[in-house]
């Protein structure tokens, strides 16, 4: 499988300041890497940053092998990065089938191929986003990022305000359209043990720094890793074998 998306040693955060400091993601197509770690780890500012929306502070950051880490967020979103951000963005006066029309690129998903995916929405299209509920306006965000032909898609806290079972309900659709298409995705999500479900890889970032990463297959089977990355904040880095 092809590399879409490579970091290395990738500074992130604000007014020059890093707040992430040195991560490394190699995002291959059809992988889903799980962004983890406790609140202010640094997970939204890596998203933002693999968008374009926040400079890169230092090292390396390649979409297709072409180094980005100049790169404005519309090249970015020609290069098919695209952001679901954690407030959705929705256009909440318009109707759910406006806002799947406005964003759709030449090649993105139709709309129809996107009520495949989220048969729900298919009675609510001439609802005003707004007037959504949680579970369907997170269905329309991320439908209105398939319309825009994702080749990397970033998730920013898919279950914000959403009850778990909502959460189990579309963490596999978007498993499903990594395979389907190809796109590779990363997920920033609290639900741990919900998104390891459905994960290739992941990554926890505590203090803006990895302190694990490794298959998911691997850190299921030996759940105490996660466990201690999450408790031991400060300690070593650490790798799992491939
Ligand atoms: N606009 C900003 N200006 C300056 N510092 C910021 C800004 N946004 C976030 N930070 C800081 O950057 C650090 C990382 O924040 P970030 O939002 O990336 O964490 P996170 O892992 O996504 O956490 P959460 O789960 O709470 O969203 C935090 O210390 C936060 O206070």
């Keep these: 499988m092809s590399v879409l998306l490579q970091t290395r040693g990738l500074n992130a955060g604000y007014d020059r300041v890093p707040v992430v400091r040195g991560f490394e993601l190699t995002l291959r197509e059809g992988e889903v890497v799980a962004l983890l770690g406790p609140n202010g780890a640094g997970k939204t500012t890596v998203l933002l940053t693999l968008a374009g929306l926040l400079p ?3 090292g390396e950051v390649a979409v297709h092998g072409q180094d980005v880490h100049r790169a404005s967020p519309r090249a970015l979103s020609r290069l098919g990065v695209v952001l679901v951000p954690d407030d959705r963005s929705l256009f909440t006066t318009l109707t759910s089938r406006e806002n799947l029309q406005l964003g759709r690129v030449k090649g993105g998903l139709s709309v129809d191929e996107v009520l495949d995916y989220f048969p729900a929405l298919r009675k609510r299209l001439d609802v005003r986003a707004g007037m959504l509920s ?10 209105r990022a398939l ?5 990397i898609l970033l998730i920013d806290e898919l ?7 909502i959460v189990q309900e579309l963490l596999p659709v978007v498993r499903a359209v990594a395979t389907d298409t190809s796109a590779a995705v990363v997920l920033v999500e609290q639900h741990v043990h919900l998104v390891m479900g459905i994960a290739d890889h ?3 970032l505590a203090h803006g720094e990895e302190v ?3 298959p998911a297959a691997e850190l299921r089977a ?9 408790l031991s904040e400060r300690h070593a880095p650490r790798e799992v074998a491939a």
Excluded: D, F, K, T
Excluded at 147 to 151: E, S
Excluded at 159 to 165: F, I, R, T, Y
Excluded at 222 to 230: G, H
């Design 212 to 214: 694990l990463s490794g």
């Design 222 to 230: 030996n759940p105490e890793l996660l466990e201690r990355a999450y």
């Design 147 to 151: 319309v825009q032909r994702p080749r």
């Design 56 to 58: 890169a502070l230092g």
């Design 134 to 143: 949680g579970g369907e306006q997170q269905m329309l965000a991320i439908g």
């Design 202 to 204: 992941a990554i926890v």
């Design 159 to 165: 279950s914000m305000g959403l009850a778990p079972v």
